[in-house]
Structures are given as C-alpha cells and as structure tokens.
C-alpha cells in the first residue's frame, strides 16, 4: 500500500502558537490529501481536502484561516495549526486519496498548553 | 451526506468466543467499505474491505457481510484473541470519488483472556 510519513509524530507547544504539520507521500503521487482529526476516544472526522495546485476545500465548521493547508506538490501536503489554543489539542492524521484502498500516515499528536 | 451509525461503542468477549460489530449507513451512492483497527496511539490500520458488488468477504478470522438493501455491513471475529483488542472503525465511501471516507464511532473491544 501506499507509503506515508508524518512530520512532526509529537508536538507540544504555548497557546497562541502556531504549528505545522507536514505529511509526505512516499512513493506516490497524491493530487488530493484528506486532513482528518481524531479527538481522544473519539472518531476520525475529516478536516478538509488539499489539492494540488489549487485551493483546499474544508468541511463544516473547520475554519479555513485557522487551519491552512498547501498542498505545494503531488508528494507534499501540510496542515498549519495557527494561534493555537487547548482545545486544538488532538491526533492529526493525513491520508492521500486517489489510491486504490485509503492509507493513513502515523499521524501528529498535538498538546497545547 | 453520508452518516455512518456503529454498534456498539464497547464490546467485551472472553478469549475464543466471536465478536461482531455493526454499522449502518445513509447515502445510497457509497459502494467501498472498509474496517479499520486502530491500537492506541497509532494510524488505524485497514483489515478488511469490502465493494458493493458483492455481499460477504472472508479473510481467515474476519469476515465482513454487507446488506446494500437495508444499508448495512458488519464485521465478524472468531476466535477472538487478546492481541484483537483495539478500537475499530466501519467507513463508508463512494469509491469514484476520491475515497474519501466518513467513519462510524468506532467500537472499542476486548479480548479477555
């Protein structure tokens, strides 16, 4: 399957800071990352949809200035978790659509204190 | 869109009995569903899938039905062992489209030994 790697694995940092996540597809050319969150005993929601070249697209309620995604080429897609507050602390998993079954990197667990 | 309802949140069976979890789903238009089992800490890892075009999938311990009349998959365990205790997710997609998916609640089981 599709081979993708998550940077950074673990992250803790000040409210009011910004951090950023990057996620690599590692031996295929993904057009579209799917952005998903999974808060503590919780299910995995999707976030938004970066796609190559152009702008993502986010789901309902995902403010879009808060979380900016660029997806600068078919092998790189990165999610910024601006101004962040405690209550974006959560697990962070991308996963590269247009394959043939959906993989998952090993995700960024955030801390905000 | 699509809404994914999973039973139960919890499960507890004894070493060697079977486990079943259900999901039911909402858009008609979805044909690709897959399950996934995530540990604690970790990416959730797929183990099973199944297409709309066909009804049942067995892969040695597991199987997964699916009842596209009534919208419904389920996901079978037999010969549970302690190692099987983990969370797991039914998801539901439209394969065409990008797969992307939305994932039921999740079940957390446990095997006891």
């Known amino acids: 399957g599709a081979v993708v790697s998550q940077h950074p694995s673990r992250v803790i940092c000040k409210s009011g800071t910004s951090v950023k996540i990057e996620c690599r597809s590692l031996d295929f050319q993904a057009t579209t990352m799917f952005w998903y969150r999974q808060f503590p005993k919780k299910s995995l929601m999707l976030m938004a949809t970066?796609?190559?070249?152009?702008?993502?697209?986010?789901e309902q309620g995902v403010e879009k200035d808060k979380f900016l995604i660029n997806h600068a080429s078919l092998t790189l897609s990165t999610l910024t978790v601006t101004s962040a507050h405690p209550e974006d602390s959560s697990f962070y998993i991308c996963?590269?659509?247009?394959?043939?079954?959906?993989?998952f990197g090993p995700g960024t667990r955030l801390t905000v204190l | 869109g699509e809404n994914v309802e999973q039973h139960p949140s919890t499960l507890s069976v004894q070493e060697g009995d079977s486990a079943v979890i259900k999901c039911t789903y909402s858009?008609?238009?979805?044909?690709?569903f897959p399950w996934y089992k995530q540990e604690l800490g970790k990416r959730p890892q797929l183990i099973i899938d199944?297409?709309?075009?066909?009804g049942e999938k067995k892969d040695q311990r597991i199987a997964v039905t699916l009842n596209k009349t009534a919208k419904h998959f389920s996901l079978h365990i037999t010969e549970t062992q302690p190692e099987d205790s983990a969370v797991y997710f039914c998801?539901?997609?439209?394969?065409?489209?990008?797969?992307?998916?939305?994932f039921g609640g999740g079940t957390r089981l446990m095997v006891k030994p």
């Open positions: 858009d008609s238009a979805s044909n690709y």
């Open positions: 996963s590269p659509g247009g394959t043939d079954t959906q993989y």
């Open positions: 199944i297409r709309s075009n066909v």
């Open positions: 970066s796609n190559e070249g152009s702008k993502a697209t986010y």
């Open positions: 998801a539901a997609s439209v394969y065409n489209a990008g797969n992307m998916l939305t």
